[in-house]
């Protein structure tokens, strides 16, 4: 019979112990996938970013954070964004994220309408539709726990529909964003010992373009998290784009980790982009990999140059 939560070292079957533990007994948190490059499909945050380019996307991100533990949280996402018309955007983003003996698989469909505020500045208004199907395997647990308590018997499994929405203020030189992308909270509940809430999140995100020279620019931006039962968290970023090829900067998550982040531009229309994180909390104790890769090819605009976004890995 496999087992889910092997490791050689104390500490890694300690992390794993852990990491179960939190999975049956009730849990409130943030369940959305984390990323380094949370801007990389910020349609994802928020549906008025669907169609903020002119031109389209087509990705794939991948994190596998905790390297070397076995059942540690993993993610991997598809992504497809275009504009429509004049003013409307369209962006579909599916996700597989999965720890320990949960996984959490989502479709995400973004609808935007975008109207210039200024000679230079546009405001978008989203909309999204979000499918989540969030299951939790016992069957997994067998190394840890007696698998003759009733209460473990089976699997849970629910399918939940919601909806969200937000705003985006931006220009070719700084952004500004406040979505809720999933309105509706659900609870998971397949016995006494098992409770695992699906709560709202608000996201609030901001970013500007400093160009340094001619061919060099500061991207700083910052992104804020909200959820009931967890503390306030905070995504900074310092990125510095040399001649719209290469990025390279760092990253901070307020009490969980920095990192770095590099990324570079092929032609104009394939950009490929790496993060590497270091835990801040007691984990780093077990392990500090943390990887994140990305690739998205550009689509439809042709002189992609003249675009001086300030977004990274935009």
């Known amino acids: 019979m496999k087992k889910i939560f092997e490791n050689k070292s104390m500490k890694g079957y300690t992390l794993a112990a852990i990491v ?19 801007l990389f499909n910020a349609y994802t945050i928020n549906p008025a970013e669907a169609g903020a380019r002119n031109y389209g996307t087509v990705s794939m991100l991948y994190r596998w ?43 995400n469909l973004a609808l935007s309408y975008h109207l210039n505020l200024t000679e230079r500045t546009k405001m978008a208004v989203g909309l999204n539709g979000v499918v989540n199907n969030q ?21 849970v499994s629910n399918i939940n529909p919601n909806a969200g929405g937000g705003v985006l203020i931006y220009n070719d030189r700084s952004f500004f964003g406040v979505a809720v992308p999933r309105l509706v909270e659900y609870k998971l509940t397949g016995s006494n010992l098992i409770s695992i809430d699906q709560l709202r999140h608000l996201f609030v995100y901001a970013g500007k373009s400093f160009p340094i020279g ?67 909390t007691k984990i780093r104790y077990g392990t500090i990999q943390t990887h994140e890769i990305g690739l998205r090819y550009r689509f439809g605009q042709q002189n992609f140059q003249r675009i001086q976004s300030p977004r990274f890995f935009n």
């Open 214 to 280: 001619t061919h060099l620019k500061f991207k700083p931006s910052t992104l804020m998290k909200v959820v009931s039962g967890s503390p306030i968290e905070f995504d900074l970023n310092g990125v510095l784009n040399f001649y719209n090829l290469l990025d390279l900067g760092v990253n901070w998550r307020t009490g969980d980790g920095f990192g770095a982040l590099a990324g570079l531009t092929i032609k104009d229309r394939l950009q490929l982009n790496y993060a590497y994180e270091i835990p801040v």
């Open 20 to 38: 179960a533990l939190m999975t049956v007994t009730a849990v409130k948190a943030q369940q959305d996938p984390m990323y380094n490059q949370y």
């Open 65 to 107: 954070q905790w390297v070397g533990i076995e059942g540690a949280p993993n993610t991997g996402s598809f992504g497809l964004e275009t504009g429509m018309g004049k003013g409307w955007g369209l962006g579909l983003n599916v996700v597989d994220d999965r720890i320990g003996p949960t996984t959490n698989q989502t479709i």
């Open 135 to 155: 299951r939790v395997s016992f069957s997994k647990l067998k190394t840890l726990i007696d698998l003759n308590d009733p209460a473990l018997s089976g699997n």
